[in-house]
Each structure stands twice: as structure tokens, then as C-alpha cells.
């Protein structure tokens, strides 16, 4: 899909950035974004009509091609993600400047604060920065447990294990050509429902649901997360076996002691370790139930051999590897 063919017009851009600016908006300057993803996305520089230049970060509904079987909500549920639960300020995010939706193409827009100079934490080695990052999500999730059934709240997505059971039922499927490369994927999947037991037991709170290093910025000390249209309620610890995931040992312990330092309900090591566990076991069937053809690459290896090493050390019967 061409970068540019889902980004409304000059004439539109000016109009809903007005409406939601207030005066006229002068566009100087817009580009595609660098890590446009699941929407369109453009960096538009632009001159307020109090005479102030802004960067901002504009994202489209258009073209959006899949909402993963509900789990991701949208522009529009996005915005109200930034608009309900994040707009505090000990919360560090991009500035959230407004929503429109194009009369025209019936587009939601999400407007929000460009952020020059940050780096994202996936390109960072070491780790100094993820233990900030889970330093943050400890932090954060101990603040949204908290709030996670005030009515404003109310909209977002739940976990609950009609949620997970979608995810199982689906990679089931789409991994049956691969039966005989996978051959203790079923028991698995016939175990899903005690696998996600510490998940369904654990303290639930706001998540972002797809906490992954790609989707952290870093700005100066600042984390600051962005791509919320995946948040839920649902357990802290499935955002950081996001954050966590591809580094190793020595990275995810000191993640683990920086998030236990910040998150006053998660419990003891051990208890967090299983529902570490389980939620990368989550995290698989995620993937795994997204797309058949997802499923039958040979980057899904990654995902099946994390899943049976997580149901392996959660007891599931079959997953245990030849000595």
C-alpha cells in the first residue's frame, strides 16, 4: 500500500486541524511516519492560529487492515484511551491534542504531540533502560489497579477467558498442517484453561496490552509509551513479559526486582514468575492465533518453542524436552 494513500487531503488536514486547534492552521510541512504500522500515520508541522509552530503526529483510521479479533480497539478507541485514562500528569505520554473524524471518509483522526530526538528502547543495549521501562510499568499498573473500575474506564477491553480461549481456539486451527512438527501443541491447548489460571487470578489493572520494547520511547530519562489502542484491564504481567521478551536472563531479573519495587500487589517472585509464565504462554497463542499464514512462517518457530518451554515449567504434561 503506497504510504501516502490513506492520508486525507491538503483542504481536510487544514480543516480538522482547526477544529481541533482552534482558528486556521497553516500546514508548513507533513511526511509519512517512520513506524507507521497497523494505521496510516504522518508528522505534520504546522502553524497554530496563535502564530505557534507544533509537530504533531497524526493518525488515521484508514487502512487499518486487521484490529486482531478485537484485541486491538482503533483510532477512535485509541483516542479515548489518551482522553480517559491517560490524561494525568504523572502519566508521560505525547501530548494528546485532540480527535476529529473526516465528514467526508468518516476517518477518525488521533492528534497528537511529535516527539523529536527519542529513541526507541528496542534500540538500546544493556539493561539500564528496561529497568527504567519496568520501573515505569510497575508504577503505572500499581496507580491503574487502583482506578481499573471507575466508570471512566468502563470502555476498555477486558481479559477475561472467553478473551484467551479466542486465542487458543484460533492458533489451534491454524496450526493443524503442522501437527506432526508440533505434536505436543494439543496437549497445550487442551490445558489452556489451568495455564491461564494465574492470569484470570491475578490483580488486573489498565495495560497497555502490547508493551513491547518497539513501542517504548525513550527522551532523555523519560519512558514514554505510545501505540495504546491495545490497552485492556487485564494482569500487569503480561506487559512485561512484552518488555521482556528476546532479552536475556540477566535483563529480565533486574526487570522483574525493578517491577516488584513499584507494583505493591504483585506479590513474591515466585508468584509473579508463574504468571510471567503464563503470560508469555498468552503472548504466543496471541501471535499464533493472529493469521494462518502468520502461523505456517518460519519466524512462528519463535513463538512455538517460547510456548512450550513457558507450559514445560507451568507443569502442562507432554511439553518437556528429551534429556
Known sequence: MPRTCCRPERRALIAGLSAILGGTVTVLAREPHEYWSTHPAEVVTCRSGSGATLRLLCKYSGGADSLAHGHRGGVAYESEVYRRVLAFPEVSTPRYHGTHVDPATGWAWLVLEYLDDCLRLEMTAGDAAHTRAARWLGAFHAAHERL????????????????????????????????????????????????????????????????????????????????????????????????????????????????????????????????????????????????????????????????????????????????
Not at 478473551?163 to 501443541?185: I, T
Not at 509509551?225 to 528476546?246: K, R
Open 148 to 323: 481499573a473500575g471507575d466508570p471512566s474506564h468502563a470502555f476498555l477491553s477486558r481479559y477475561d477467558e472467553k478473551y484467551y480461549a479466542g486465542w487458543v481456539g484460533r492458533a489451534r486451527r491454524f496450526a493443524r498442517p503442522l501437527e506432526g512438527k508440533v505434536p505436543w501443541f494439543a496437549a497445550v491447548c487442551d490445558a489452556a484453561g489451568d495455564l491461564f489460571e494465574p492470569l484470570l487470578s491475578a490483580p488486573h489493572a489498565v495495560i497497555h496490552g502490547e508493551f513491547y520494547p518497539k513501542n517504548v520511547l525513550l527522551l532523555n530519562r523519560r519512558v514514554i509509551p505510545v501505540d495504546w489502542e491495545s490497552a485492556a484491564i487485564g494482569p500487569g504481567e503480561i506487559d512485561l513479559a512484552a518488555l521482556l521478551e528476546g532479552w536475556g536472563e540477566r535483563v529480565s531479573r533486574a526487570c522483574v526486582t525493578a517491577y516488584l519495587r513499584t507494583r505493591e500487589s504483585a506479590g513474591d517472585r515466585a508468584a509473579i514468575g508463574r504468571r510471567l509464565d503464563a503470560a508469555r504462554a498468552y503472548l504466543c497463542f496471541r501471535w499464533l492465533g493472529d493469521r494462518p499464514e502468520w502461523t505456517a512462517k518460519e519466524g512462528a518457530r519463535f513463538h512455538f518453542d517460547t510456548l512450550r518451554a513457558s507450559a514445560a515449567r507451568l507443569g502442562v504434561p507432554g511439553t518437556e524436552k528429551a534429556s
